[in-house]
């Protein structure tokens, strides 16, 4: 499962939560430390493949 990044808008506290894709579009997330959905989402916690093969 992909791991994303976030930051509570709330009370300003970033943290990561693995996510099925189904999950994720369905904006099924909060922040974990006041429940908040007004969260935003940061890139992703780890970016595996970035095509560096030059
Ligand atoms: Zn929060």
Known sequence: MPVYQFLCNECKKSFQLSLSLADH???KFA???CKSKKV?????????????KS
Do not use: D
């Open 25 to 27: 579009e369905k904006g």
């Open 31 to 33: 922040c974990p430390k």
């Open 40 to 52: 935003e989402q940061k890139l992703a916690a780890f970016v595996a493949m970035t095509g560096k």
